[in-house]
Each structure stands twice: as structure tokens, then as C-alpha cells.
């Protein structure tokens, strides 16, 4: 891909997740798109085909990464300290919370992750599903490794209310705001600690031994 080609594909990415964020994926119009990024609607149509693929390539480029960056944590802590929780746990955590503090368009991405979950949209819950489900399978497997008293049934329910708290503390829209004098790196590495140990007690809880 040429560097103009490449320009071209990062300016509608980056429009395209702006407006997403702002007025959800019903609500944005590819011409909102083509507006926000300076192209033509035969951009759009060149690069990615329609606007399901664009809506799915707006979260393939940053949940690629995300998702290789938990995978490769997970493996270190199994290696390094098999069977434990909090380990496996903030291999879940610290990498997306990572993602959310980025400066280029981390925030942004966050909110049009909320929009998932706010909007019905089956399709992109069937790509999210095929490409990143094998990621929830791993770490499902491994916490089921260390709370082997926990019923399959129970452990995917946890996962989910984590995944859902985890997006919450990505938002940063909770009661507990970054002091003046806290660095956002500080502040990620706090809410990460305590949504680790809220999340370690919610698995360990009610095992049947």
C-alpha cells in the first residue's frame, strides 16, 4: 500500500471512529464520513467496500493489537506464575486500560466501544465474535485453571460482568476522577489493581470444592 493510500484508509479509520463515537453507527451516514475525512464516497467504496466493513475494520485496528498484547501477558503468566489469578486477571485488564489512556484516538475508541454494547447490531456482534471470541475462550480457560471449584456456567457470567466493568473503568466516567496530582499513568495502574482484586474475589466466590 502506497503512503497517499495509506494516509487515505487512516483518515476515514480515524473519521469514521470520531463520528461512531458520536452518534453511534445507525446515526452516521457515509457521507458524514466522507465529509470528516476530505474524501470521496469512491474511498470509501475502494478500501473497505461498505459501511459494514468499515465499521468492522474501525475496531479490527485497534482490537488486533489489544488482543495480541493480552494473549502474549497471559502467556508470560502462566509461564512465570501458574495458577494465578491475579495474574491471568490483569492480563484481561491492563492492556485495553492501557489502549483507553492513548492519545491517539484511545478515548474515542472506548465510546464506540460502549456503542456496541448500547446498540442492537447483530452483525458486528457476530465479527467481534468470530475474530476475537478465541481471546474470551483463552482466558476462560485459564481463569477456569485457578478457581477449578467454579461451575463453567458461573465462570462465564463473571466474565462478562468483567468484561462489562472493565469497559466502565476504560470510560473513566465513575465516581473516582484522576486527582490533579496523579499522572493518567498512575491513575490507569490504580483502577487496574482494584478492578483486579474486586474481580479475583467475584471468581473465587462460591466455588464448590
Not at 508470560?76 to 490483569?90: I, Q, W
Amino acid at each position: 500500500m502506497s503512503k497517499a493510500q495509506f494516509s487515505t484508509k487512516e483518515r476515514i479509520l480515524d473519521a469514521a471512529e470520531m463520528l461512531f463515537a458520536q452518534y453511534g453507527f445507525g446515526g452516521t451516514s457515509l457521507r458524514q464520513v466522507t465529509s470528516q475525512a476530505d474524501v470521496n464516497i469512491a474511498a470509501v467504496n475502494y478500501h473497505f467496500g461498505s459501511k459494514e466493513n468499515l465499521v468492522n475494520e474501525v475496531f479490527r485496528r485497534r482490537m488486533d493489537e489489544m488482543s495480541a498484547q493480552r494473549l502474549a501477558q497471559l502467556k508470560t503468566a502462566m509461564s512465570a506464575h501458574p495458577g494465578d489469578l491475579d495474574a491471568v486477571l490483569a492480563a484481561f485488564v491492563e492492556p485495553p486500560l492501557a489502549m483507553a489512556q492513548d492519545r491517539h484516538g484511545g478515548g474515542a475508541f472506548i465510546r464506540v466501544i460502549a456503542r456496541a454494547y448500547a446498540e442492537k447490531n447483530d452483525s458486528l456482534r457476530r465479527f467481534l465474535s468470530e475474530q476475537y471470541g478465541h481471546v474470551l475462550r483463552e482466558f476462560a480457560r485459564a481463569i477456569a485453571d485457578c478457581v477449578p471449584g467454579l461451575s463453567k456456567e458461573s465462570l462465564y457470567w463473571r466474565l462478562d460482568f468483567l468484561a462489562g466493568a472493565l469497559t466502565y473503568a476504560m470510560a473513566d466516567f465513575g465516581m473516582i476522577k484522576r486527582p490533579p496530582d496523579v499522572t493518567e499513568s498512575e491513575h490507569r495502574e490504580r483502577a487496574a489493581h482494584e478492578l483486579i482484586r474486586f474481580a479475583a474475589a467475584g471468581f473465587r466466590a462460591g466455588q464448590v470444592n
